[in-house]
């Protein structure tokens, strides 16, 4: 029986992406069929970084049109990533070299953004994406030790800085700019959210797939400017469980609906204490916080992660747990949230155009 | 004229007079209910620019200097929807204030 490029389209559409829940053809994934003789050859484009379930797409899609043509002979997949720029407003001034700004957030402080954001785009660089993290935690920035960068950034041209570079990101702090650890920012909000836009705009980001943006803690200066001035793809919102942390985590959420940032999900970070004793998991803070906001909001619950102390001393000593112990659990949990948002990013991208008005200046 | 279509397909337009007179700015509209501000002789208002803001509102550059109001969708969408009734309040109000649409000369 012989069989045609539209047949390989249609059994296509009966095939289920894992990641997105949707079928390749309508997810758009499904690019160069050929068929010649008895073979198939395709391509499988996705949205999304993915390169530790290339393999897995390429035999499940290979295994199910073998299923699926009658008499096929042999069939040849290629699986490949391609993240898509975000889509924005016609007049936004986008940041160059940046296809993806996703911001990382919370209402309160002391809650594991930084750990959390640092790790998360580790992890979407793991899976083979270009990322960048941007420190906008003016007052007490992080970055430069979790990456464990120091030195100043080099400026080529004299009015742009070069990113740092470590662990294969792209970074940029004003804790490169300061000498000392012990160095404040005493600042008033004007200077912040200037210095947030030098970082942002004069930095020469290198063809990035995404910007991890990672915010400070409260819905003020620097959240407001971020909204306003750049094009935003979404918002993560980390919280522990305790109903103190969720409570102002419910207002970080606020303010990006307010400012019309879509709202990725919610990381919840804490979840459950492991004794390093006994291995004994407890939910010390509390069980379920996370899982009921994301239910209060309709909005999706990205995963837990587990107060362990080798998160921490990774993350001071400049060697995150994702390159620290790629393959350990903790690693795993990080990789999944982050497919997690990517597939979510790319989702936006795609729909996001429409959620602009119109508008037409007519002189009469 | 400012015409604006939202994503239901609902179109509505706005005369600039209007979307000055009504500016969310704190200028016009106070810090809450009670304190706005009465604007008159705004007849001949015209737009020089509109700055878009993030994804969430328009920042409406006027002519006659004004450019503190940031028009988010729904505050647009609550105007055009609303245009006849807020409109006669306006009057309603000008008149109860003696003022006039009219420029002062």
């Given at each position: 029986?012989?069989?045609?490029?539209?047949?390989?389209?249609?059994?296509?559409?009966?095939?289920?992406?894992?990641?997105?829940?949707?079928d390749?053809?309508?997810?758009?994934?499904?690019?160069?069929?050929?068929?010649?003789?008895?073979?198939?050859?395709?391509?499988?484009?996705?949205?999304?970084?993915?390169?530790?379930?290339?393999?897995?797409?390429?035999?499940?899609?290979?295994?199910?049109?073998?299923?699926?043509?009658?008499?096929?002979?042999?069939?040849?997949?290629?699986?490949?990533?391609?993240?898509?720029?975000?889509?924005v407003?016609?007049?936004?001034?986008?940041?160059?070299?940046?296809k993806?700004?996703?911001?990382?957030?919370?209402?309160?402080?002391?809650?594991?953004?930084?750990t959390?954001?640092?790790?998360?785009?580790l992890?979407?660089?793991?899976e083979?994406?270009?990322?960048?993290?941007?420190?906008?935690?003016?007052?007490?920035?992080?970055?430069?030790?979790m990456?464990?960068?120091?030195?100043?950034?080099?400026?080529?041209?004299?009015?742009?800085?070069?990113?740092?570079?470590?662990?294969?990101?792209q970074?940029?702090?004003?804790?490169?700019?300061?000498?000392?650890?012990?160095?404040?920012?005493?600042?008033?909000?004007?200077?912040?959210?200037?210095?947030?836009?030098?970082?942002?705009?004069?930095?020469?980001?290198?063809?990035?797939?995404?910007?991890?943006?990672?915010?400070?803690?409260?819905?003020?200066?620097i959240?407001?400017?971020?909204?306003?001035?750049?094009?935003?793809?979404?918002?993560?919102?980390?919280?522990?469980?305790?109903?103190?942390?969720?409570?102002?985590?419910?207002?970080?959420?606020?303010?990006f609906?307010?400012?019309?940032?879509?709202?990725?999900?919610?990381?919840?970070?804490?979840?459950?204490?492991?004794?390093?004793?006994?291995?004994?998991?407890?939910?010390?803070?509390?069980?379920?916080?996370?899982?009921?906001?994301?239910?209060?909001?309709?909005?999706?619950?990205?995963?837990?992660?587990?107060?362990?102390?080798?998160?921490?001393?990774?993350?001071?000593?400049?060697?995150?747990?994702?390159?620290?112990?790629?393959?350990?659990?903790?690693?795993k949990?990080?990789?999944?949230?982050?497919?997690?948002?990517?597939?979510?990013?790319?989702?936006?991208?795609?729909?996001?155009?429409?959620?602009?008005?119109?508008?037409?200046?007519?002189?009469? | 004229?400012?015409?604006?279509?939202?994503?239901?397909?609902?179109?509505y337009?706005?005369?600039?007079?209007?979307?000055?007179?009504?500016?969310?700015?704190?200028?016009?509209?106070?810090?809450?209910p009670?304190?706005?501000?009465?604007?008159?002789?705004?007849?001949?208002?015209?737009?020089?620019?509109l700055?878009?803001?993030g994804?969430y509102?328009?920042?409406?550059?006027?002519?006659?200097?004004?450019?503190?109001?940031?028009y988010?969708?729904?505050?647009?969408?609550?105007?055009?929807?609303?245009?006849?009734?807020?409109?006669?309040?306006?009057?309603?109000?000008?008149a109860?204030?003696g003022?006039?649409?009219?420029?002062?000369?």
């Amino acid at each position: 029986m012989s069989f045609n490029e539209t047949d390989v389209q249609s059994a296509l559409k009966n095939l289920i992406d894992p990641n997105t829940k949707k079928d390749f053809v309508s997810g758009k994934s499904v690019k160069n069929v050929k068929v010649s003789g008895a073979d198939v050859t395709l391509e499988i484009l996705l949205g999304y970084p993915a390169k530790s379930v290339w393999d897995e797409i390429r035999a499940m899609v290979e295994a199910h049109l073998k299923g699926a043509l009658q008499g096929v002979g042999k069939v040849s997949v290629t699986v490949s990533s391609k993240v898509v720029p975000h889509a924005v407003q016609r007049g936004v001034k986008l940041v160059e070299g940046v296809k993806n700004i996703i911001a990382v957030a919370s209402g309160k402080g002391g809650v594991g953004k930084s750990t959390t954001a640092v790790n998360l785009a580790l992890a979407l660089a793991a899976e083979g994406a270009r990322v960048g993290v941007l420190d906008a935690d003016i007052y007490g920035p992080s970055q430069p030790t979790m990456l464990g960068i120091s030195g100043q950034p080099k400026s080529v041209d004299g009015k742009s800085l070069e990113p740092m570079t470590n662990h294969g990101l792209q970074a940029m702090s004003i804790g490169f700019m300061i000498d000392g650890d012990d160095t404040p920012m005493v600042w008033r909000g004007p200077m912040v959210t200037q210095a947030l836009d030098q970082l942002l705009h004069q930095t020469r980001w290198d063809n990035l797939d995404y910007l991890v943006v990672d915010l400070p803690p409260g819905t003020g200066d620097i959240q407001l400017t971020l909204a306003q001035k750049v094009p935003v793809t979404g918002a993560v919102i980390v919280t522990t469980p305790q109903d103190i942390a969720l409570m102002d985590a419910r207002k970080g959420l606020k303010m990006f609906e307010k400012v019309g940032i879509k709202i990725v999900g919610i990381v919840e970070n804490m979840s459950t204490h492991i004794c390093s004793k006994c291995g004994h998991e407890e939910h010390i803070f509390g069980a379920g916080g996370g899982e009921k906001m994301c239910a209060d909001y309709n909005v999706e619950f990205l995963g837990g992660l587990p107060l362990d102390i080798r998160i921490r001393e990774q993350a001071d000593s400049g060697n995150p747990t994702v390159v620290a112990d790629p393959d350990g659990t903790i690693a795993k949990v990080y990789k999944q949230i982050a497919r997690r948002i990517a597939v979510k990013v790319a989702d936006m991208a795609q729909d996001h155009s429409a959620a602009f008005p119109k508008i037409v200046v007519q002189n009469t | 004229m400012l015409e604006i279509v939202f994503s239901d397909d609902v179109s509505y337009q706005l005369p600039y007079e209007y979307l000055r007179v009504y500016s969310p700015s704190a200028d016009v509209s106070g810090h809450g209910p009670g304190q706005e501000v009465l604007q008159v002789g705004k007849k001949n208002v015209g737009i020089t620019s509109l700055i878009p803001v993030g994804s969430y509102a328009v920042q409406i550059n006027f002519d006659d200097g004004h450019d503190t109001g940031l028009y988010t969708w729904g505050y647009l969408y609550k105007l055009g929807k609303n245009q006849a009734a807020l409109w006669q309040d306006y009057l309603d109000r000008l008149a109860a204030a003696g003022a006039s649409r009219e420029p002062r000369p």
